[in-house]
């Protein structure tokens, strides 16, 4: 099952250059820089193997009603049980395109979406709490789901919005992150900057938002979850280590732990042996 290591996305010289004269010159210029490009996705060009999925589903617009950010929502209908599909951070709403034919296959309604500043949806800017508020959007509006799925920053999302109440049968999640902190430090450090900085940078998200970044961790809402949940991660994965993965563990009451070795943090979401283990999950 192993393959070669998925390439990391590369981040702009100038992006580091700049971010390492800042955190010289001026630390709290130097996190608010950080934070203006820690919510400002970067939006990629659709991958010819995502093409078909994207010309024959069904778009429409929503928008949120809380933040009022608009998405992009992909629609297919198959069957009376449906699925939601969530990409992470910089990814689409077709970004899932191998899993979502494993369940069209399932006879499922597959229903996913571009976040907010992602794929087609406006260019703006955007945290967790958006992909959150997306997924109770959507649940709302199609009657529920039968089955989540979500990988890196949707995964966190998905176990968050369980944590807060909504409800499901199933969910699947993958190369998820699990601590904040953790994340905004490997995010500083893949900028060029010190991960020292993490508490500069957490204290200006708290203060736009008048939210504790720490509520949004994924172990604390772990514990609230009761349904069972399938969790995989690669043990090569450089965007976010396997470790997390351990961590979202050791706090679900009823999980399944996949742990591959070599498909990287992309990769993992098109390998035939993965997804024949979340079909297995879904249909058990």
Do not use: C
Not at 131 to 156: N, P, Q, T, W
Not at 252 to 265: A, K, P, R, V
Request: proline share 3%; hydrophobic share 40%.
């Amino acid at each position: 099952m192993a393959q070669k290591q998925a390439k990391v996305l590369e981040i702009p010289r100038y992006i580091k250059n700049t971010s390492k004269v800042l955190s010289i010159v001026n630390k709290n210029m130097a996190a608010a820089f950080a934070l203006k490009l820690f919510e400002s996705p970067i939006k990629y060009k659709l991958p010819k193997r995502e093409l078909k999925m994207f010309e024959v589903s069904h778009k429409s617009k929503l928008t949120l009603p809380k933040s009022g950010k608009e998405i992009m929502v992909y629609e297919n209908k198959f069957g009376s049980k449906k699925v939601l599909l969530i990409h992470g951070w910089n990814g689409r709403g077709t970004q899932l395109v191998s899993i979502a034919k494993a369940f069209k296959e399932l006879n499922y309604t597959i229903i996913s979406f571009d976040a907010p500043g992602h794929g087609l949806s406006p260019k703006s800017t955007a945290n967790m709490t958006h992909f959150i508020e997306a997924i109770f959007a959507l649940d709302k509006k199609h009657g529920g789901f039968d089955v989540l799925v979500g990988h890196s920053l949707g995964g966190m999302s998905v176990i968050n919005s369980l944590g807060r109440g909504l409800k499901t049968k199933k969910a699947v999640i993958i190369g998820s992150g699990n601590k904040t902190k953790d994340i905004t430090e490997d995010f500083l450090q893949s900028i060029g900057m010190h991960k020292k900085l993490a508490p500069k940078l957490i204290a200006l998200f708290e203060k736009r938002y008048n939210d504790k970044m720490d509520f949004y961790d994924v172990d604390a809402h772990a514990q609230k979850v009761e349904i069972p949940v399938l969790i995989i991660h690669d043990k090569a994965d450089r965007d976010v280590p396997y470790t997390a993965a351990e961590g979202i563990q050791k706090n679900l009451s009823q999980n399944e732990l996949l742990l591959t070795n070599g498909l990287g943090h992309r990769k993992i979401l098109g390998d035939d042996d993965v997804i024949e283990r979340i079909i297995q999950f879904v249909e058990s």
